[in-house]
């Protein structure tokens, strides 16, 4: 069995644009998320031969990015002249039920589905083009987690994503833990409606 040679500076080099993206993405600080990505860089190249192409390399370099994104925002927490929180702050999109969420088409007044649920998940298993079907599925995850409202969606990106626990995840999101659980429901519940609406575009 052949061992994979690890990857080249060049090769790591060349994932910079979308590391940037990634860290951007998670920081919206452009000057952190090149700090970020230059130690993922270094503690790729360093680990180097750790690198076994059981995964792509940019899997694998996203990976170490994740760890350097969530020390940064640990960090932040810690620093003194970050201002304590004790509710999230208000938006208009984030969980203001007075306004008329687009999302109530969707629900009977009970709370059930006027919509097949499961429509989506169908036309998917059912799609002949099963090569591209996974690209296809996480570009569009991608548009709709880019659509959420930004609370909604560092704090989704977080919980999910990430795999902080819930406590963790509402602290780094700037949201009280007591309304995380229902912002993470709204979050998943505009994710699937915009899922099932792009998957339903023929």
Same mark, same amino acid.
């Given at each position: 069995?052949?061992?994979?040679?690890?990857? =080249?500076?060049?090769? &790591?080099? +060349? *994932?910079?644009?979308?590391?940037?993206?990634? +860290?951007?993405?998670? &920081?919206?600080?452009?000057?952190?998320?090149? *700090?970020?990505?230059?130690?993922? #860089?270094? =503690? =790729?190249?360093?680990?180097?031969?750790?690198f076994a192409?059981?995964?792509?390399?940019?899997?694998?370099?996203?990976?170490?990015?994740?760890?350097?994104?969530?020390?940064?925002?640990? +960090?932040?927490?810690?620093?003194? %002249?970050? @201002?304590?929180?004790?509710?999230?702050?208000?938006?208009? !999109? %984030?969980?203001?039920?007075?306004r008329q969420?687009?999302? *109530?088409?969707?629900?009977?007044?009970?709370?059930?589905?006027?919509?097949?649920?499961?429509?989506?998940?169908?036309? &998917?298993?059912?799609?002949?083009?099963?090569?591209?079907?996974?690209?296809?599925?996480? !570009? #569009?995850?991608?548009?709709?987690?880019?659509?959420? @409202?930004?609370?909604?969606?560092?704090?989704?990106?977080?919980?999910?994503?990430?795999?902080? %626990?819930?406590? *963790?995840?509402?602290?780094?999101?700037?949201?009280?833990?007591?309304?995380?659980?229902?912002?993470?429901?709204?979050?998943?519940?505009?994710?699937?409606?915009?899922?099932?609406?792009?998957? +339903?575009?023929?």
């Amino acid at each position: 069995m052949s061992i994979a040679p690890p990857p =080249a500076l060049d090769a &790591l080099l +060349a *994932e910079t644009p979308a590391l940037l993206a990634f +860290a951007r993405g998670r &920081l919206q600080d452009h000057q952190e998320a090149e *700090e970020a990505v230059q130690d993922c #860089l270094i =503690a =790729a190249w360093r680990q180097r031969d750790s690198f076994a192409a059981q995964s792509s390399l940019r899997t694998w370099l996203t990976g170490i990015l994740r760890h350097k994104v969530l020390d940064r925002l640990r +960090a932040r927490q810690r620093r003194p %002249d970050r @201002p304590a929180h004790s509710a999230p702050p208000h938006h208009a !999109d %984030d969980g203001d039920t007075s306004r008329q969420d687009p999302l *109530e088409n969707c629900f009977t007044p009970h709370g059930a589905w006027k919509i097949d649920p499961t429509y989506a998940m169908d036309k &998917l298993a059912n799609c002949p083009r099963h090569s591209t079907l996974r690209a296809e599925l996480r !570009d #569009l995850l991608r548009l709709c987690l880019d659509a959420l @409202p930004d609370t909604l969606r560092r704090l989704f990106t977080l919980r999910e994503l990430d795999q902080l %626990d819930t406590r *963790e995840a509402a602290s780094l999101a700037s949201v009280t833990p007591a309304s995380a659980p229902v912002l993470l429901t709204r979050a998943r519940l505009r994710l699937r409606d915009c899922l099932q609406r792009r998957l +339903a575009t023929p």
